[in-house]
């Protein structure tokens, strides 16, 4: 069955520390694909980033890098010299394609990292 | 549209009577989701529709709930007999593609008093 895990519930850091929050998902297709969201306190989900199974190739933006280890099942999320506007809430989702339709299918998230970035 | 777009914002309703959340996603995006997210916690997956179906409803908390989309456009999630629980935030999101990133709406937060 399709499934996210976001073992860490929070984190707390000082600003200017690295964090990595990490994603362990399950799935029976070989091919899927995995997201990153943050949600800011305002509530709005602001999409991040979008990996495809067959694309293992770490990827970095600005500050934000990604880990993607088909090994392990994990999709890790890495903030460098973090500020206190990386504050939110962050999830990993997963989304597999729909048997049927060859469509879209499913998306699930993960229960969501809060991290808090202090001054 | 520009965005997905959800209505109303904000319901408060009595606990027993029915409610009607609506989405309109964007212009074009075959794919529909519909989450709860109660205070504080994660996004609990209620039904996608691709198209004008729903391959996947397994989410639905209970016979309570329904929804449907029309014209491949809007989709309606109905409460009946709310309970207190139901109280949460609703959530919409849209795609057009299998492997492109969904859009959210900024939700409708119902609360059953």
């Known amino acids: 069955a399709q499934k996210v895990t976001q073992a860490q519930t929070e984190i707390s850091v000082v600003e200017k520390e690295d964090v990595t929050l990490d994603c362990v998902y399950e799935?029976?297709?070989?091919?899927?694909?995995l997201f990153w969201y943050k949600q800011p306190p305002s509530g709005e989900l602001v999409f991040l980033i979008r990996?495809?199974?067959?694309?293992?190739q770490n990827e970095i933006s600005g500050r934000y890098s990604w880990n993607f280890q088909k090994s392990t099942s994990s999709f890790n999320f890495t903030i460098t010299a973090s500020q206190v506007v990386d504050s939110a809430v962050y999830f990993c989702?997963?989304?597999?394609?729909?048997?049927?339709?060859?469509?879209?299918?499913?998306?699930?998230f993960g229960q969501g990292t809060e991290l808090s970035v202090k001054p | 549209g520009a965005g997905v777009s959800q209505s109303p914002s904000n319901k408060v309703t009595e606990k027993g009577k029915d409610v009607e959340l609506r989405c309109d996603p964007i212009s074009g995006h075959t794919a529909l989701y519909w989450y709860r997210q109660r205070l504080g916690q994660g996004l609990e997956f209620l039904i996608y529709f691709q198209g004008n179906s729903a391959p996947d409803k397994s989410g639905l908390p209970s016979d309570r709930f329904s929804a449907e989309r029309t014209g491949e456009s809007v989709s309606t999630l109905t409460i009946q007999r709310t309970q207190q629980e139901d109280s949460a935030v609703y959530l919409c999101a849209s795609r057009r593609q299998p492997n492109t990133e969904a859009f959210f709406g900024q939700g409708t937060r119902l609360t059953v008093v």
């Open positions: 989702a997963l989304s597999e394609p729909d048997m049927i339709y060859n469509q879209g299918g499913k998306l699930i």
């Open positions: 799935t029976r297709d070989t091919t899927y694909y």
């Open positions: 990996r495809n199974s067959f694309d293992e």
